[in-house]
Nanobody, 129 residues
């Protein structure tokens, strides 16, 4: 059974940091591009950061320089390190994977999740003083 389980969300003050993890089971992460998406109340889901199987990355402009996506294929786990958090980063964060090697990371993240094959259940991130 394919599963993606996120953890690491929570409440943090502006300027703080969080590290999200996404543990995959039921499949081998090596063969998938990975991504983190978020959805704030009343807003559409957006791709925050994506990484191809080969390590190419994409970041939403508003998180560049603050967020870092990574993967540990040996642990079958995906990470999102978030530093310098801002109130506008608040939302439910979802990890996602995509099988095709022919989809660019720009397409994966920019599609709002339309090409995602599997989703995690989401983890809440709240940035507030």
């Amino acid at each position: 059974q394919v599963q993606l389980v996120e953890s690491g969300g929570g409440l943090v003050q502006p300027g703080g940091s969080l590290r999200l993890s996404c543990a995959a089971s039921g499949f081998t992460l090596d063969y998938y591009a990975i991504g983190w998406f978020r959805q704030a109340p009343g807003k559409e889901r957006e791709g925050v950061s994506c990484m191809s199987r080969g390590g190419l990355t994409y970041y939403l402009d508003s998180v560049k320089g603050r967020f870092t996506i990574s993967r540990d294929n040996a642990k079958n786990t995906v990470y999102l390190q978030m530093n310098g958090l801002k109130p506008e980063d608040t939302g439910v964060y979802y990890c996602a994977v995509h099988r095709s090697a022919f989809t660019t990371v720009q397409r994966l993240c920019g599609s709002g999740g339309q090409v995602v094959d599997y989703w995690g259940q989401g983890t809440q991130v709240t940035v507030s003083s």
